[in-house]
């Protein structure tokens, strides 16, 4: 079964959504988890049945993938690296960085982030995977002409290398991008912990460090710069406010589109993508795959919450086991332990 609606590439100015809530990592099913451990442990535990470990299904998943085609898709932030209060320090350890190249080298692979795109590339420093920036408004993917339902073709830059080309839905939002980034600046720098970064495609301000009597007043500063421009919005995630064009683009698209661009796209039941995340904005792309019917969208998360995706993990440490083991690390010990049976039989057989 392939996809369940027509890809088209050239995004619709949308209706600003309503922004979320704040704070969700301390509160499950409204009830404030601070201070109560126990109480999550007995309510993970419940969400665990509902979403299953990765880990523990994983004999299950394989066994399903015999015959098909595999694609990785995979976060940055919270599932590749630890989430951490200065975003520049949010490194993937060498480790991390050993198992993504192994899964890439053995299935088509890619990374979206609602980082820029270039910044991921540097912490990620493989040259072996697809990159996405912005929440997958600037895209590095194979060169292939796109064309939409009409059949007409969208306008592709060339990377330097002429091996990749970029895909930038967004790019005619920049300069009014960079004029909400230097207001945001000068307005937030009052306001202790305070970070504005620039991704490019979109902005994120950060207030993991921000104390608690100063969300509100950063919260009213953001959305009050943001409605004077009315092809943005603002949406939350962890501990930080995002400010995006009001297009019809998120992650779930950017997973059409490299399916897409790398061939898949009309491959139906042979293709079976995974995607791992952990944030509100991978919610699109574990949605696109539930539509599709067959594929493994997998939430990383420590805490219950309201997600689509089918599989969990516990956290960046989990995600580092789950991609050793479809890099197929366990297959090697497997074989040694098979070779050892045949010598154990042969050495029986000489007696």
């Not at 960079?178 to 490019?200: F, P």
């Not at 495609?201 to 943001?226: A, M, N, P, W």
């Not at 790398?262 to 699109?284: A, C, K, M, Q, W």
């Not at 792309?285 to 969990?312: C, M, N, Q, W």
């Amino acid at each position: 079964m392939g996809l369940q609606r027509s890809l088209s590439y050239k995004p619709n100015v949308q209706p600003k959504p309503i922004p979320e809530t704040k704070d969700e990592e301390n509160k499950v099913n409204g009830y404030s988890t601070t201070n109560e451990p126990m109480f999550l442990d007995s309510i993970y535990n419940s969400w665990v049945v509902e979403h299953p470990s990765a880990l523990c299904s994983f004999d299950r998943m394989m066994k399903a993938t015999k015959g098909k085609r595999i694609v990785v898709f995979l976060d940055y932030d919270g599932t590749l690296s630890p989430i951490v209060n200065d975003p520049d320090l949010a490194i993937m350890s060498e480790e991390m960085r050993t198992a993504v190249c192994k899964v890439a080298k053995k299935f088509p692979t890619a990374i979206i982030s609602g980082r820029c795109r270039d910044k991921v590339k540097e912490f990620v420093k493989l040259s072996n995977v697809y990159y996405a920036g912005s929440h997958g408004m600037d895209i590095m993917a194979p060169p292939r002409a796109v064309k939409s339902g009409d059949g007409k073709n969208h306008n592709i830059a060339p990377d330097k290398k002429a091996s990749e080309v970029l895909f930038q839905p967004a790019k005619k939002f920049m300069p009014a991008i960079q004029k909400i980034y230097r207001i945001l600046e000068e307005k937030t720098k009052t306001i202790q912990g305070a970070r504005v970064e620039d991704n490019r495609f979109c902005i994120s301000v950060h207030y993991r460090q921000v104390r608690e009597e100063d969300y509100g007043l950063l919260e009213e500063t953001v959305k009050s710069v943001v409605e004077t421009y009315q092809e943005f919005h603002v949406t939350e995630g962890k501990k930080v406010l995002e400010v995006r064009p009001s297009i019809e683009w998120n992650k779930g698209h950017a997973l059409e589109y490299l399916l897409d661009t790398l061939g898949f796209s009309n491959s139906g039941t042979d293709v079976l993508p995974f995607y791992i995340g952990d944030d509100r904005s991978d919610e699109d792309a574990f949605k696109v795959i539930r539509s599709r019917g067959h594929g493994y969208p997998i939430i990383v998360s420590s805490i219950p919450k309201d997600t689509g995706a089918l599989y969990s993990l516990c956290d960046p440490s989990e995600v580092l086991t789950f991609l050793e083991r479809l890099a197929g690390r366990r297959e090697k010990s497997s074989s040694y332990r098979t070779l050892a049976r045949f010598r154990v039989k042969a050495i029986e057989n000489l007696k």
